[in-house]
T-cell receptor, first 113, second 114 residues
Framework: EDQVTQSPEALRLQEGESSSLNCSYT??????LFWYRQDPGKGPEFLFT???AGEEKEKERLKATLTKKESFLHITAPKPEDSATYLC??????????????FGTGTLLAVQP | ETGVTQTPRHLVMGMTNKKSLKCEQH?????MYWYKQSAKKPLELMFV???????ENNSVPSRFSPECPNSSHLFLHLHTLQPEDSALYLC?????????????FGAGTRLSVL
């Protein structure tokens, strides 16, 4: 069964204190791993898609990496506005047409000034 | 603004009421989704529509009834709900199945069942 586990559940950082969020997954035929950011009272906002082990993507202070078992979201010198819940999701399925995403429970990040 | 609009943003209903949630996407996508988000739980996929055809029903109780009249609009009809159905209901859309399936979400409808 496809599964996504995120850790830690919650993370509190000081402004400028770099850290990483983890997303471990098991999936039958990874077709894509997705990172989203969700602010309170809003829907998830797309950040990155990674397709194969070794791939990396960056956006401002965020960098996402992928291995065959997990993905990391590295946050460099975070600012208070980076505070949010970060969600990881995987799309699996060998061949065929499937657009189902399996989500983790998220990591709640709080960055204090 | 993500291009996916959900109304209403908040809804309070009694267990005997009938109400509908609406979702509209302006992205030219072919697939639309309903998710349920409860505290401390992963997003739970409810229904998937591809080109107006339902392709996934994730064992959702019949008190939730989806409708997709065209590729831009999606409804979720609610009747005889239970208090445990209180949650954030999210709509999403994507280009469709295939190698790239980035789903774009609306802001959600916060539903409270009394």
């Amino acid at each position: 069964e496809d599964q996504v586990t995120q850790s830690p559940e919650a993370l509190r950082l000081q402004e400028g204190e770099s850290s990483s969020l983890n997303c471990s997954y098991t999936v039958s035929g990874l077709r894509g791993l997705f990172w989203y950011r969700q602010d309170p009272g809003k829907g998830p906002e797309f950040l990155f898609t990674l397709y194969s082990a070794g791939e990396e993507k960056e956006k401002e202070r965020l960098k996402a990496t992928l291995t065959k078992k997990e993905s990391f979201l590295h946050i460099t010198a975070p600012k208070p506005e980076d505070s949010a819940t970060y969600l990881c999701a995987v799309q699996g399925g060998y061949g065929g047409a499937t657009n189902k995403l399996i989500f983790g429970t998220g990591t709640l990040l709080a960055v204090q000034p | 603004e993500t291009g996916v609009t959900q109304t209403p943003r908040h809804l309070v209903m009694g267990m005997t009421n009938k109400k509908s949630l609406k979702c509209e996407q302006h992205l030219g996508h072919n697939a639309m989704y309903w998710y349920k988000q409860s505290a401390k739980k992963p997003l739970e996929l409810m229904f998937v529509y591809n080109f107006k055809e339902q392709t996934e029903n994730n064992s959702v109780p019949s008190r939730f009834s989806p409708e997709c009249p065209n590729s831009s609009h999606l409804f979720l009809h609610l009747h005889t709900l239970q208090p445990e159905d209180s949650a954030l209901y999210l709509c999403a859309s994507s280009q469709g199945s295939g190698t790239e399936n980035i789903q774009y979400f609306g802001a959600g409808t916060r539903l409270s069942v009394l």
